[in-house]
């Protein structure tokens, strides 16, 4: 959810049990309030951050979440270049959650989601991808099911 105080808007969706639903950290001065929220209603919550912002703000949501969505590039419109930093901004995050007994954190990653990059953030432990304009809309592809299965097989071929 892209949207300001979402602990005031949570409600108006209908976010059902083992939904993944992720908050954007820089949306609200109470994120807990929300991750908090998301989990008993029996979502999955995830905690959204911008390419600006250090991944030390995880470490205080942490036992809230399910997951890290890295925004790639600054929320707002599509057609955007990936934030280079972001590729090791995922690398770093996957190191410290392991290392820190959160191996079952997913790191999901949103924007400028080519092959290219999608595997270049699976290398970097990424594995949840927003697909959009990137890696969707592609015209040698039909289908919505083609373009996925495609995806996957050039994203991480080995699973």
């Not at 029996?42 to 979440?65: H, M, Q, R, S, W």
């Not at 007994?101 to 270049?120: A, F, L, P, W, Y």
Request: hydrophobic share 40%; charged share 30%; net charge negative.
């Amino acid at each position: 959810f892209m949207i300001e105080k979402p602990e005031e808007r949570l409600q108006w969706f209908d976010i059902r049990e083992g939904d993944y639903a992720a908050v954007h950290y820089e949306s609200t001065k109470h994120i807990a309030k929300c991750l908090q929220y998301l989990r008993s209603i029996g979502a999955k919550p995830i905690l959204a951050i911008n390419p600006g912002t250090p991944i030390c703000v995880v470490e205080e949501a942490v036992d809230f979440i399910d997951g890290v969505l890295v925004m790639t590039v600054n929320p707002g419109f599509a057609g955007q270049k990936l934030v280079p930093n972001t590729v090791d901004k995922a690398r770093r995050l996957r190191k410290w959650l392991d290392e820190n007994g959160h191996e079952d954190i997913i790191i999901e990653t949103d924007g400028n989601m080519s092959n290219e990059n999608c595997r270049k953030l699976y290398e970097a432990g990424a594995r949840m991808f927003v697909a959009g304009t990137s890696s969707l809309v592609k015209p040698q592809v039909e289908g919505i099911d083609e373009r996925i299965a495609e995806n996957r097989k050039n994203i991480c071929p080995m699973e």
